[in-house]
C-alpha cells in the first residue's frame, strides 16, 4: 500500500506511474483520493476541536451549580451528539480512502525500464552457448511421453485440464533439483520452510494478488476464507504479518517450498503447451525481508543466485529487465531469467525476482526497530529458485538426444544415480 504522506508530495509521480504501467488513470483517480484525503483531514481537525471543548466544558460542569450547570450539561450534550455525526462521516471516508489507496500499484523504481508490454523488456545479459543440433529437436511434452515421465491424459479424467501426474525419472528430477537448490543456499544462510498450500484471502491480498479482481489467478475453497497460493511468496510474506521485528536480526533469508495453483485463466497457445503453463506445480521460493537501504543490493543477490542455479544446470539463459508496463502492481522492479528452449527455439521464462520496497509490508503492517528506536517499515523481496514444471522444460529438451534419450545434468547425477533417462517400449 502507498503512503498518504508519499502521494500528497508526489501526485504527479503517481499519475505518471499509473500511465507507465499501462494502467487506466479513470480507476486510479489521484485527484479524489488526495480530495478525501483533504476531508479526512479537516475532519479530524474539527473532532479535535470539539473534543478540547466537550473536555473543558466537563471540567466545568463539576464547578457550577444551577441552571449554569444544566447549560453546560445541554451544551455537552449537543457537543457529544455532534462529535457521535462527525466520528460517523469521518468513518466513512477513512474506509474509502484505505480501499482506494489499497488499489494504486507501487511507485516504479526509476530504474525500471518505461515501456508498454513485454516487447519492451530489456535483455541485460546472456549466459552459456545455445547447442546446435544435428537433428530436429524435440519439445518437452514429446519427450514426456516418450519417456514416460508425465500423464496429462489421466491427469485431467482425475481432475481437469492442464493437470497432470509427474512420473518415474521426472520425479526423481523434482527431488533432485530441490536438494541443489537447498545445497546452494543453506551456505548462504537461508531457513527452511515447507509452507503451507493454503492462506486466508487477507494474506493473498495483502501480498498484492487481488483475488477478487478480474485478473484473479487464485483458487478459492468454497465456504471459507481460504485460497491455494499461488506462490510462497505469499505465505511466506504472510509469516510476520502485524509483527515490528528487530534492525539486527535483518536481512531475513528464507527458502520455501510449496506446491502452486494458478487458474491460468486465458492462458492458451503454443508456448503455453504442456508443462509451461499449468494449474498445479511445484516450486522454491527466495524471500527476503530487509531494511530500505539494503533492497537493492539484495535485488541483485537474489538474481545472483537464481543465476547460480541455472549455471550449475549447464543452462542457456538470458536476464531481462522487465519494463514498467509488464509488471504487477506490487513490484518496483522486476528480474525475469529467461532459460532457452530448443523445442520452441526461443527463450522462456523460468525465474523471476521483485523487490516490492515497502508495499507488501504497509499492506501486512510488518515494521522493524532500528538500534536508535525508530520503527519503520520493511523491503520484502521474493524470488524463484526453482520452478519444477518450467525446469524440467528446459532441462528436458536441452538435454534431449536424438533417439530421444534425456541426459541428466552432471550437478543433478550424484542426487539420482543415473547419467541418463531412455525412452520406455
Known amino acids: 500500500m ?18 507507465l504501467r499501462n494502467l487506466d488513470p479513470n480507476k486510479y483517480d489521484v485527484d479524489y483520493i488526495l480530495e478525501l484525503d483533504a476531508k479526512r483531514r479537516s475532519l479530524q481537525k474539527e473532532l479535535d476541536t470539539l473534543k478540547a471543548q466537550r473536555n473543558k466544558i466537563s ?36 474506509k474509502e480512502l484505505y480501499l482506494k489507496l489499497w488499489q494504486l500499484p507501487n511507485f516504479l523504481s526509476p530504474k525500471a525500464p518505461k515501456g508498454k508490454d513485454e ?9 552459456g552457448n545455445i547447442k546446435t543440433f544435428t537433428f530436429t529437436p524435440k519439445d518437452h511434452l514429446d519427450l514426456a511421453l516418450l519417456n514416460d515421465l508425465v500423464d496429462f491424459e ?51 491480498d495483502g501480498i498484492g494478488f487481488q483475488p477478487r479482481g478480474p485478473e484473479a489467478q487464485i483458487y478459492r475453497v468454497e465456504d471459507t476464507d481460504l485460497g491455494l497460493i499461488a506462490t510462497a511468496e505469499i505465505t511466506l510474506g504472510g509469516y510476520h504479518k502485524d509483527e515490528i521485528l528487530d534492525e539486527l536480526d535483518l536481512p531475513l533469508k528464507y527458502l520455501g517450498f510449496s506446491h502452486c495453483f494458478r487458474t491460468e485463466a486465458g492462458a492458451y497457445g503454443r508456448y503455453n503447451r504442456g508443462l509451461y503453463r499449468v494449474h498445479q506445480f511445484s516450486k522454491a521460493e527466495i524471500f527476503i525481508i530487509c531494511r530500505p537501504e539494503d533492497s537493492e543490493e539484495m535485488h541483485e543477490y537474489i538474481l545472483s543466485l537464481e543465476e547460480k542455479i541455472f549455471q550449475k544446470l549447464e543452462i542457456p539463459y538470458r536476464v531481462v529487465d522487465i519494463c514498467s508496463g509488464d509488471l504487477g502492481a506490487p513490484a518496483a522492479r522486476k528480474f525475469d531469467i529467461e532459460a532457452w528452449m530448443p523445442g520452441r527455439g526461443d527463450f522462456g521464462e523460468v525465474t523471476s525476482c521483485s523487490n516490492c520496497t515497502d508495499y507488501q509490508a504497509r499492506r501486512l503492517n510488518i515494521r522493524f526497530r532500528r538500534v536508535t528506536g525508530e520503527v519503520e517499515y520493511v523491503h520484502m523481496l521474493n524470488g524463484t529458485a526453482i520452478a519444477i514444471s518450467r525446469a524440467l522444460i528446459a532441462i528436458l529438451e536441452n538435454y534431449q538426444q536424438e533417439d530421444g534419450s534425456i541426459l541428466i545434468p552432471k550437478v543433478l547425477q550424484p542426487y539420482i544415480g543415473i547419467s541418463e533417462i531412455k525412452p520406455k517400449k
Open 2 to 19: 502507498i503512503d498518504i504522506k508519499v502521494l500528497r508530495e508526489n501526485p504527479e509521480l503517481m499519475k505518471e506511474n499509473i500511465l
Open 119 to 127: 516487447k519492451d523488456n530489456i535483455e541485460i545479459k546472456r549466459w
Open 59 to 94: 471540567q466545568e460542569i463539576g464547578k457550577r451549580k444551577g441552571e449554569e450547570r444544566e447549560e453546560l450539561i445541554k451544551e455537552a450534550k449537543t457537543l457529544k451528539e455532534k462529535i457521535e455525526e462527525l466520528e460517523k462521516e469521518y468513518e466513512k471516508i477513512e
Open 154 to 204: 489421466r491427469g485431467s479424467k482425475v481432475t481437469g485440464s492442464n493437470f497432470y501426474y509427474l512420473k518415474n525419472e521426472a520425479v526423481l528430477l523434482e527431488f533432485a533439483l530441490f536438494r541443489l537448490v537447498i545445497d546452494t543456499l543453506l551456505p548462504e544462510g537461508f531457513k527452511l520452510f515447507i509452507t503451507p498450500d493454503l492462506a486466508r484471502m487477507e494474506i493473498i
